[in-house]
């Protein structure tokens, strides 16, 4: 599971890591990543409102193959370079990608022992940082070899290859499906409810909301952001994946402390106030500043909007019934998914009306601070 979110996330963020090429070769506007972007959420989020059935029919395994399938075809068609080709590419591959997190998260929820969920759950989901660490290597260094074409075709074969890897094991890790699960239209209004009528899974979904939002955007722009610094592309792709890196031990230590020593609830609200804070001292960074500077930033920002997951997705694994954690889980994670396509969207509307990345940055920073605010106020049971 480890491996196949880092193929997706690698997937999933190699169009912003390696914007400034496209934007230059197909005279995009800066804004156009955040419609990319927000596409892509608005196709997760039917995806993982729904796939709670297909999950259950055809397994967590399949899924997890299926997820990698279809992001092969969303990225192949990307590199056709067309604007009908990048609506298609956000929409399959975005929605394909959502399919990842609840079909591991229903594989490892019964494999794992309930008291580690944070720390297995923490673990698994360092292969996003992980993935966006080699995109931010390897992206532009490979856009300055062969193109950002052949980056992206390249990209999508290596999803295929592993999708084609994990056959051999789909007997052992897909033995509880039920065949005759069929899906039903009313499938997204079940998982609502399950989430809406549960205090701690509201409470979850409206953080993962603030939270994958600020991620979205935060992964869109950094890149180019950079770049109006002054930053070369591979400068700033590899600012991009040192910074990455950082969110690989921080996801796994927040999720050890929320098994051990923090309440899950707490963590998550201090690193709420963490990555606010970080965000809104990033968008008045200016040219002047040393690298170091705007690096400890960018670390500070990594190890918390995108070291969340595990906790979060522990917690929601936790209070979802036994036989819906699959589709609770991409019930909460739809909510993130409104994040992300609101936040990237507003951001692309407050950059071509001001000018401004700065701005931008502090007003998709307050989500996540008034959610911190709030995680502290109330306890689990008052929602």
């Known amino acids: 599971m480890f491996f196949q979110q880092t193929f997706v996330a690698l997937g999933r963020s190699l169009p912003a890591v390696i914007a400034p090429a496209i934007i230059s070769d197909l005279r995009f506007e800066p804004a156009w990543i ?55 590419s956000a929409i399959i591959g975005g929605g394909g990608a959502a399919l990842s997190t609840p079909a591991s998260s229903h594989l490892l929820s019964r494999c794992s022992s309930p008291r580690y969920l944070p720390l297995v759950f923490s673990i698994k989901q360092t292969a996003v940082p992980a993935g966006l660490l080699l995109a931010g290597l390897l992206g532009p260094r490979l856009t300055e070899w062969m193109g950002w074409r052949s980056t992206m075709v390249w990209s999508g074969v290596a999803c295929a ?135 400890v930033v960018a670390c500070v920002l990594s190890a918390t909007a995108l070291s969340w997951h595990g906790v979060l997705l522990a917690e929601t694994a936790q209070a979802a019934p036994q036989d819906m954690r699959g589709g609770v889980t991409g019930g909460v994670l739809s909510f993130g998914q409104l994040g992300a396509l609101a936040l990237p969207l507003m951001y692309a509307l407050l950059l071509d009306t001001t000018g401004s990345y700065g701005i931008g940055f502090v007003v998709c920073g307050i989500p996540a601070l008034l959610t911190g605010i709030q995680l502290l106020r109330r306890s689990p049971g008052k929602g």
């Open 161 to 295: 290859v592993f999708a084609l890897v994990l056959q051999p094991l789909r007997k052992s890790f897909d033995d509880d499906r039920v065949p005759t699960r069929s899906f039903r239209l009313s499938d997204f209004r079940s998982t609502l409810t399950a989430v809406l009528a549960t205090p701690s899974l509201r409470a979850l979904s409206f953080a993962c909301l603030a939270f994958n939002g600020l991620q979205a955007v935060v992964t869109a722009y950094f890149v180019v952001y950079l770049t109006t610094l002054g930053y070369s592309l591979v400068a700033a792709g590899f600012l991009f994946s040192v910074a990455m890196a950082v969110a690989v031990p921080g996801r796994i230590v927040w999720g050890w402390l929320g098994s051990t020593y923090v309440s899950p609830r707490v963590m998550m609200a201090w690193l709420a106030f963490g990555m606010a804070g970080s965000v809104m001292v990033l968008a008045f960074s200016t040219p002047g500043w040393p690298t170091i500077a705007v690096g």
């Open 34 to 88: 955040g419609m990319y972007f927000g596409i892509t959420a608005l196709a997760a989020l039917v995806v993982q409102l729904g796939c709670g059935s297909f999950i259950v029919r055809y397994g967590a395994l399949r899924m997890s193959q299926m997820a990698l399938v279809l992001l092969t075809i969303g990225t192949v068609l990307s590199a056709l370079g067309t604007p009908l080709a990048f609506v298609l």
